[in-house]
């Protein structure tokens, strides 16, 4: 019978050591990978072990050609051979693409195994001092900046009114501009917890109130980083 592994990658590209070694055992038994990004998913496996040999493996990119990519999961499923799924960074299906390889597979009956890896998701809600029995992971804000502030208010408004902590990303160049959203729209009380380049060498986390934030606002670098607020 075939197994799915959903295997967990780096967050920060030199922290090998969030990797748990059973995740390389896992990656043996499979035949077949879906990669978000062959190329980086490749130097991913060969830091893990330099011995391993790459080219063994049925390689399919996770794409926009969802009927192409399900129907190489099905022939893999019915062949009973094990799969991998790597995501470009994190955990497959959180905030990166997957699931509808997932969602097929559980179609099929097709035993599914999630591993354990770092998110910075969880990681950053962990260290954020928020509420973790009740939050919600929003993905990417609005570009356009009047809907940014529009959804910035309502997030806010969601999370004095039920007490819940509301998590999302930017893509780094667009990090401060982000930032100086928050400070400007968010009541003074307002918690914001700043994730910056988690598990990585310039790892931060850290939570002040909107007031507090304005009295030292930060540069933001052009890195991962992940927002939480909680008002």
């Keep these: 019978m075939s197994t799915l592994y959903l295997i967990p990658s780096l967050i920060s590209e030199e ?3 969030t990797i ?11 035949k077949v990978i879906f990669a978000e990004n062959e190329r980086t998913s490749r130097r991913f496996l060969k830091k893990l072990d330099r011995s391993i040999v790459i080219d063994d493996f049925e390689w399919h990119t996770i794409h926009n050609a969802e009927q192409e ?18 995501s470009e960074a994190g ?10 390889l997932i969602a097929e597979a559980q179609k099929m009956n097709c035993k599914i195994k999630p591993l354990v890896g770092p998110s910075s998701i969880l990681l950053a809600l962990m260290a954020s001092g ?3 029995q009740h939050f919600e992971f929003v993905g990417y804000l609005p570009v356009d900046a009047q809907e940014r502030n529009k959804k910035i208010k309502e997030l806010e408004l969601s999370s004095e009114k039920d007490h819940s902590t509301k998590i999302f990303i930017e893509t780094p160049y667009r990090n401060q501009v982000l930032l100086e959203s928050l400070l400007k729209q968010c009541q003074s009380k307002t918690r914001i917890c700043i994730g910056a380049d988690i598990t990585g060498p310039m790892e931060s986390i850290v ?5 507090e934030w304005k009295r030292s606002p930060p540069t933001l670098p052009k890195i991962p980083v992940i927002f939480l607020i909680q008002s």
Excluded: H, W
């Design 20 to 30: 748990p070694s059973y995740i390389l055992d896992a990656v043996r038994t499979c």
């Design 130 to 132: 928020m509420n973790g």
């Design 15 to 17: 922290a090998v050591e």
């Design 207 to 211: 939570t002040k109130t909107v007031a």
């Design 69 to 86: 990519t399900t129907q190489a999961l099905q022939q893999a499923i019915r062949a009973d051979k094990n799969i991998a799924i790597i």
């Design 91 to 100: 955990c497959p299906g959180i905030a990166d693409p997957g699931q509808f």
